[in-house]
């Protein structure tokens, strides 16, 4: 692992004629309060990088054309990364001095808070080196303290393992069990450790027309995105980040929020989902329900779906409702 990580971070593994590296940022920063949304639990809250265009798509248009200017005056080969290669954007970002890595691993700017896509300029080009950025958290230790999963095993290390952008974008499979309450109605990514950063108070809202938040992707119903079929999904969230995690993930995460909501009436959205098509929707519907619904009610749809549920993991979530460990204490 020590190799591998060595590798990652040396950029001639990517490019060895590289010669210089240039790092920008581009400001996203809110309108808005992005915790607001975690008080609406019938409502899904989507982090606010995704609440609209994709920014790769708008970052490496960017950066081509910055790179386009430094080949034609240096007269250099350019290479552009965004998130396309195993760019370790964040300490090269600090050595470049656009920042410093928070205490929650993000790179926080003292001109715009910590609200930063970053996009990296590999050139053949010599070029000086800015002063690297020191660090001016202190002793502040508000974003491992927010952390609703507790992601945080120390400053300036973060265990994605529990990290709710992670589980809810990336993670393949079931979220473990014990990681779920945590989730609350978060269906796509978490703001909460940048949201509550007190350099913000210096940062300004995102200039670039558009990367604008979306209206239609503000504070949605929980009810209206469980009916997403794939092409529903598809057609709501074309052209955002949240397109590319896929419709049975994305309601896996609803079904969680619905089953943090505390809201019964929620509850016959998950039960139609018991019969999905796809067994990780099924096994997040069985644990909704059994969040929400009396014991009995959880036994009779048990009862009638456990003989015909193939699925190992599905049958757990039943098995695990049938000894009372899904309900709500």
Known sequence: ????????????????????????????????????????KDRASISVYARNRDYHEVIKGKLKEAAGFLASRAGSDVKVFVDTAPVMEKP????????????????????????????????????P?????????????????????????????????????????????????????????RVFGCDDCLAVCPWNK???????????QREDLAALPLAELARLDDPAFRTRFSGTPIKRTGRDRFVRNVLIAIGNSGDVALAEEAVRLLDDPSPLVR???????????????????????????????????????????AQVA
């Not at 692992?1 to 996203?28: C, K």
């Not at 519907?285 to 699925?311: F, N, S, T």
Request: proline residues 6%; charged residues 25%; contains cysteine.
């Open 92 to 127: 090269l970002a600090a050595a470049a001095g656009l920042g410093w890595q928070g205490k929650h691993t993000v790179v926080v700017s003292r001109e715009f808070g910590n609200w930063l896509f970053l996009g990296a300029i590999f050139t053949t080009a010599e070029l």
């Open 1 to 40: 692992m020590a190799e591998t990580a060595e590798r990652r971070a040396d950029p001639r593994t990517l490019w060895p004629e590289v010669r210089s590296i240039v790092l920008l940022g581009l400001n996203y920063g809110p309108t808005e309060d992005p915790l607001a949304a975690l008080a609406m």
């Open 283 to 325: 096994g997040m519907a069985v644990w909704a329900i059994g969040r929400l619904l009396p014991a009995e009610a959880v036994a009779a749809h048990r009862e009638k779906r456990m003989a015909q549920e193939a699925d190992a993991d599905v049958r757990s979530e039943w098995r695990r409702t049938a000894d009372g460990t």
């Open 202 to 212: 210096f940062a300004q809202a995102g200039r670039e027309a558009r990367l604008v």
């Open 129 to 185: 080196a800015d002063d690297p950025e020191r660090d001016h958290c202190g002793s502040c230790r508000r974003c491992l303290d927010i952390c609703p999963t507790n992601a945080f095993p120390a400053p300036y290390q973060l265990d994605a393992r529990r990290c709710v952008s992670y589980l809810t974008i990336e993670h393949k499979g079931h979220i473990p069990e014990e990681l779920r309450p945590g989730i609350g109605n």
